[in-house]
C-alpha cells in the first residue's frame, strides 16, 4: 500500500467536499435543479474572473476554450500575435495555423520573461493585427507573464483583443478581467479549480463580443454567441457535465468562503517555500519570473530530471510532473495550485531529498525541508 500525493500542475487532488457532491445521483439538466445550480456557479465565476459579464462553461478539457478563442473572435487571414515560450504558447499558435490565421509570432527562449514592450512594438511594426494571444502562466516552463502590462497596452488598440490563456493562472493569483482588461480569459477545471478535466471557461468581455459579431471561421460545437444567450436563461446548448458542474459549485463555495486574496496569499507562500527549499538544495530555479501555479527546477549536474520526477512517484508516491519537449530531462516540477496546502510543500520536498539521496546528489540531508518549514510557519 502506498499513499500518494498528487501535486501535479493538472489534474491536481479534489476535496472531499467536491467528490461527494459528485457522486450524488444525476440530475436532468433542464430542470429547475439544475437552473439553481448554474445560477450560483454563473455568479461565483465572475466572482473569480473578476468579471460582470458572463463566464461561459463548456463540456471540454482547457483547449476546448482555447481553440474558441479563435474560432469565435477571429476570421481566416486576419493576423495574430502569438507569445510563444513553451509548450502551451506553441498552443496558441497551432489552433491559429488550423484556422487559417496568420499567427505572428513572439518567440522567446523557453524560461525567459516577456517583456511586454515587445508586444508594443510588435503591435506597431504589424498594422492591422487582431488579437494578441498569451499564457498567465507557461506551465511548461513555470513561467509568469506580465499580463497586467500587456493588457494596459493592448487596451489602448481598438481593434485589437488580449486572449490569456489562465487555466493555471485564474484562481492562483490576480487576474481581474474587467479592471485589467483582459478581453478573453480562459480557464479550465482541473487546475486551480479542483476538479476532473472535463469543463473550459471562458470569461469575455464587452470588446470581445464586438469581435464575435464579424467572426467568419466556422463554428457549431463551440458557438460562443449561442452558449451566452442560454447560460443568461440558466441553460445549455448541449447536455452539460452535470456532475461536474455540480463539484464545481462545491469548489467555488470553498474559493468563495476563503476568500481570494487569502487564497492569492497562501499560492505566493507556498510556490515561494518550494523555491527557497530546492535552492537551500543547492537546485536553480527555472523561470527568470516564476509562477506562483508551478515551481520548475532544474535537475543538478549529471543527474537526469526525468528520473527525479520518476523516483518520486515510482517510490515515494509524490506525483509532480517532468519536463516536456527541449527541457525533458532537465528540470521537473512541483505545483501549488488548488487543493495544494502548506504540508503537500512540505511532502513534496521530503520526497524530493529522499530522491536526490538515491540519485547519488551530494547535500544536506533536511536542509530542504527546515527552509520550507521556515518559510511556510506564518501561514
Ligand atoms: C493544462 C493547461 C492547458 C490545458 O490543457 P488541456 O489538457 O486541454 O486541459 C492549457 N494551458 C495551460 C497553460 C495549461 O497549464
Known sequence: MQKRYLLAPGPTTIPPEVLLKMAEPIIHHRNPLFEEVLEEVRQNLKYLFGTKNEVLIFASSGTGAMEGAVTNMLSPGDKAICIRSGKFGERWANICKAYGVESINIDLPWGDDLDPGLVERTLKENPGIKAVYMQATETSTGVRFPVKEVAAIVKNYPDTILVVDGITGVGVFE?????????????????????????????????????????????????????????????????????????????????????????????????????????????????????????????????????????????????????????????????????????????????????????????????????????????
Open 175 to 379: 487576474l481581474p478581467m474587467d479592471e485589467w482588461g483582459i478581453d478573453v480569459l480562459v480557464g479550465g477545471s482541473q487546475k486551480a479549480l479542483m476538479l476532473p478535466p472535463g469543463l473550459a471557461f471562458a470569461g469575455v468581455s464587452d470588446k470581445a463580443w464586438e469581435f464575435n459579431k464579424t467572426s467568419k471561421i466556422p463554428k457549431f460545437y463551440f458557438n460562443w454567441q449561442k452558449e451566452l444567450s442560454n447560460l443568461q436563461k440558466n441553460q445549455t446548448n448541449f447536455t452539460p457535465a452535470i456532475s461536474l458542474i455540480v463539484g464545481l459549485r462545491e469548489s467555488l463555495r470553498m474559493i468563495k468562503a476563503e476568500g481570494l486574496e487569502n487564497i492569492y496569499r497562501k499560492f505566493d507562500i507556498l510556490a515561494n517555500a518550494t523555491r527557497e527549499a530546492a535552492k537551500a538544495l543547492g537546485l536553480k530555479i527555472f523561470a527568470k519570473t516564476p509562477s506562483p501555479a508551478v515551481t520548475a527546477i532544474v535537475a543538478p549536474d549529471g543527474i537526469d530530471g526525468q528520473a527525479i520526477y520518476k523516483t518520486m512517484w515510482k517510490k515515494y508516491g509524490v506525483t509532480g510532473a517532468g519536463g516536456q519537449d527541449q527541457l525533458k530531462g532537465k528540470i521537473f516540477r512541483i505545483a501549488t495550485l488548488g487543493y495544494a496546502d502548506k504540508y503537500d510543500v512540505i511532502t513534496a520536498i521530503a520526497a524530493l531529498e529522499f530522491t536526490l539521496r538515491d540519485l547519488g546528489y551530494k547535500f544536506e540531508m533536511g536542509k530542504g525541508v527546515a527552509k520550507a518549514v521556515d518559510c511556510l510557519k506564518d501561514l
